[in-house]
């Protein structure tokens, strides 16, 4: 079965500290993305990447870069955290295909900036 | 640019009862649409699909939709609704391209009462 992982589930940082959350998906799926889920907000995407090596920008960047060192990695990093920064964030992997397959969601991580 | 609207932030409902929740979506080009449901605490899971063809798609736990061309729509319907289908349900839409970018509607908390 097709399947995200993400680590760590839950994480309490400092704010300007640096924070990296990472996802590996066997799925074998050539895009990864990072999405944060808010109230109000539904789920909005940060950062995705079409395959190792490439990362491209999302609808709310700012704050964030990604790193896609293999198929199966694909991290999240705040260089700086700040409180608006704490949320529920989900990392999922997908591909178009022939049936245009859709995206399998990790479990989510929960972080927190004080 | 693409956006998901579901109009509706909270659905209360008799268990029994049917439910359909709306969801319009705005798209220049044809659309490729979903559903996902968010558990309690839990990461999204995949509904259904609509791609091409048949404009009433039937996915898992029951649910179905109908994708409306002629009022940009995707509802999403179940009879009879159960109380464990309680949750949150969000509407998306799939930009074109290769890069799968899935826009999320804000969601719809759905409360079924035994």
């Known amino acids: 079965e097709a399947a995200v992982t993400q680590s760590p589930r839950n994480k309490v940082a400092v704010t300007g500290g640096k924070v990296t959350l990472s996802c590996n998906q066997t799925n074998n799926h050539n895009n990864m993305y990072w999405y944060r889920q808010d109230t109000g907000h539904g789920l909005r995407l940060i950062h995705y990447?079409?395959?190792?090596?490439?990362?491209e920008k999302g609808d709310i960047p700012d704050g964030y870069k990604a790193s896609r060192p293999s198929q199966e990695n694909f991290s999240l990093i705040l260089e700086l955290a700040t409180p608006s920064q704490t949320s529920v964030y989900f990392c999922a992997s997908g591909d178009l295909g022939g049936r245009f397959v859709e995206q399998y969601f990790g479990p989510g991580t929960r972080l927190t900036v004080l | 640019a693409q956006s998901v609207d579901q109009p509706d932030a909270h659905v209360t409902l008799s268990e029994g009862a049917s439910l359909e929740l709306r969801c319009s979506y705005s798209y220049s080009a044809a659309p490729y649409l979903f559903w996902y449901v968010q558990y309690p605490g839990q990461s999204l899971q995949f509904l259904l699909k609509y791609i091409t063809g048949d404009t009433v798609v039937k996915g898992t736990k029951g649910f179905e939709a109908e994708f409306r061309k002629s009022n940009s729509s995707f509802n999403l319907k179940k009879s009879p609704a159960h109380w464990s289908d309680s949750a949150k349900y969000f509407c998306a839409l799939v930009s074109g391209g290769s890069n799968y970018k899935l826009t999320f509607g804000k969601g719809t908390l759905l409360t079924v009462t035994p």
């Open positions: 990447s079409y395959g190792a090596g490439s990362t």
